[in-house]
């Protein structure tokens, strides 16, 4: 069955990176573009972007433009988001889901950004 | 971006009772090949998001047909024709007509 295995709950000072992964299974990883979706209590649920998994293009949200940076692994059928520059306003729960009209989605990803 | 509207805030419902959600986009979700790209996902208590309903009315695999989806232009539903208590959790629509994908705000529903 298809399966999105995120990486486990990050705990990030301000102004650090984190690097979070997400790890297909259960399909052909490049038939499906990848997106990334970030849930805040406050803001609710924000669309990120998307990556090819197949050619490694990528597109974002203009608000998340220098802050995230997507990248894919096809070796081992793994997605990546690097989140730069961090802030308190950046701690939320990140999730992988695939393709352009997200049908499955990963369990998420908890990312703390605190002193 | 298109800002989706989604009435009601909450819900709190008996098991067997009908429930309705309205989902309204700030402009037409028609696209230019012709379809409409509005789904309905269902995130549970701690769980992550599920996708129920795609291009407005179809139901994903394994998505009990109590449910339904309809709706044109700017104006969708989300029907669930019996409620049951596996359904409580927070409905959200979303579009993907246009980039980048936006979200309604959630609607609570709750079992009484």
């Known amino acids: 069955q298809v399966q999105l295995q995120q990486s486990g709950a990050e705990l990030a000072k301000p102004g650090s990176s984190v690097k979070i992964s997400c790890k297909a299974s259960?399909?052909?990883?490049?038939?499906?573009?990848i997106s990334w979706i970030k849930q805040t209590t406050g803001q609710g649920l924000e669309y990120i972007g998307y990556i090819n998994t197949g050619s490694g293009g990528t597109n974002y949200n203009e608000k998340f433009k220098g802050k995230a940076t997507l990248t894919v692994d096809k070796s081992s059928s793994t997605a990546f988001m690097q989140l730069s520059s961090l802030t308190p306003d950046d701690s939320a729960v990140y999730y992988c889901?695939?393709?352009?009209?997200?049908?499955?989605w990963g369990q998420g990803v908890m990312v703390t950004v605190s002193s | 971006d298109v800002v989706m509207t989604q009435t009601p805030v909450s819900l709190s419902l008996a098991i067997g009772q009908p429930a309705s959600i309205s989902c309204k986009s700030s402009?037409?979700?028609?696209?230019?090949?012709?379809?409409?790209?509005l789904s309905w996902i269902l995130q549970r208590p701690g769980q992550s998001p599920k996708r129920l309903i795609y291009l407005v009315s179809k139901l994903d695999s394994g998505v009990p047909d109590r449910f339904s989806g309809s709706g044109s232009e700017t104006e969708f539903t989300l029907k669930i024709s019996r409620v049951e208590a596996e359904d409580l959790g927070v409905y959200y629509c979303?579009?993907?007509?246009?980039?980048?994908?936006?979200f309604g705000s959630g609607t609570k529903l709750e079992i009484k």
């Open positions: 889901a695939r393709g352009l009209l997200p049908h499955y």
């Open positions: 402009q037409s979700l028609v696209h230019s090949d012709g379809k409409t790209y």
């Open positions: 979303w579009q993907a007509t246009h980039f980048p994908l936006t």
């Open positions: 259960g399909y052909t990883f490049t038939s499906y573009y």
